[in-house]
């Protein structure tokens, strides 16, 4: 039960981050950092997250579990999410889960990040500096109501709030290639099998 627990915060963090994350850059900067995240019932999760070649890849801990969420943004009409268990060496592709940890990267326009987004509308509210970045603060409108601070530098958003008071935000940032491994699923680890979680009945 723990393990499920975990793999469905997992992906509900993973879609929080993601929509803004991703919607709004020509491409993916190189870099670590840590991340916390408070979602709107007060759930609050952190982890490590590494960003390269396309790739993203989030590590957490709940419960005693560790989990590793692995997304392979090359093709952006269909990104490969796969999930990997620590403790139990398996891992498990997600079906469906890739497309909405990662949608469609957009032209992003320094002027005007929603250009690009149907319904939404933005402006920019100031500038201030997050956890060591200069950023511009920018108010969405619209399908996605949120507070965005994206870096000038890395055209990243390195806190966002959304609408229900969930907020997310990346801190001990570490700009630089990412080692590729990172991205692989481990030689040792066996693919997961949903029907034995529950005598071959599907969770």
Same mark, same amino acid.
């Given at each position: 039960?723990?393990?499920?627990?975990?793999?469905?915060?997992?992906?509900?963090?993973?879609?929080?981050?993601?929509?803004?994350?991703?919607?709004?850059?020509?491409?993916?900067?190189?870099?670590?950092?840590?991340?916390?995240?408070?979602?709107?019932?007060?759930?609050?999760?952190?982890?490590?997250?590494?960003?390269?070649?396309?790739? *993203?890849? @989030?590590? $957490?801990?709940?419960? #005693?579990?560790?989990?590793?969420?692995? =997304?392979?943004?090359?093709?952006? %009409? &269909? +990104?490969?999410?796969?999930?990997?268990?620590?403790?139990?060496? *398996?891992? @498990?592709? $997600?079906?469906?889960? #890739?497309?909405?940890?990662?949608?469609? =990267?957009?032209?992003?326009?320094? %002027? &005007? +990040?929603?250009?690009?987004?149907?319904?939404?509308?933005?402006?920019?509210?100031?500038?201030?500096?997050?956890? #060591?970045?200069?950023?511009?603060?920018?108010?969405?409108?619209?399908?996605? %109501?949120?507070?965005?601070?994206?870096?000038?530098?890395?055209?990243?958003?390195?806190?966002?709030?959304?609408?229900?008071?969930?907020?997310?935000?990346?801190?001990?940032?570490?700009?630089?290639?990412?080692?590729?491994?990172?991205?692989?699923?481990?030689?040792?680890?066996?693919?997961?099998?949903?029907?034995?979680?529950?005598?071959?009945?599907?969770?």
């Amino acid at each position: 039960m723990k393990l499920r627990t975990v793999m469905l915060v997992t992906c509900l963090v993973v879609g929080l981050f993601a929509s803004a994350a991703w919607a709004q850059m020509p491409q993916i900067p190189s870099f670590s950092a840590d991340m916390q995240s408070t979602t709107h019932n007060g759930q609050n999760v952190s982890g490590k997250v590494n960003f390269g070649n396309m790739h *993203m890849r @989030m590590a $957490m801990s709940m419960h #005693g579990q560790d989990v590793v969420m692995i =997304v392979d943004l090359a093709n952006t %009409n &269909n +990104p490969k999410a796969t999930m990997l268990m620590v403790q139990q060496k *398996m891992y @498990m592709e $997600m079906n469906g889960m #890739g497309r909405q940890a990662a949608p469609k =990267v957009r032209a992003y326009d320094p %002027n &005007n +990040p929603c250009a690009s987004m149907e319904g939404t509308t933005c402006k920019k509210t100031g500038v201030e500096t997050v956890n #060591g970045y200069a950023c511009d603060k920018w108010e969405f409108t619209g399908k996605e %109501n949120q507070t965005v601070w994206i870096s000038q530098k890395m055209h990243f958003p390195i806190k966002t709030v959304q609408q229900d008071g969930t907020t997310t935000e990346f801190t001990n940032i570490k700009e630089g290639p990412q080692d590729p491994s990172l991205f692989a699923i481990p030689s040792d680890y066996k693919k997961f099998d949903p029907m034995g979680m529950a005598g071959g009945r599907p969770q």
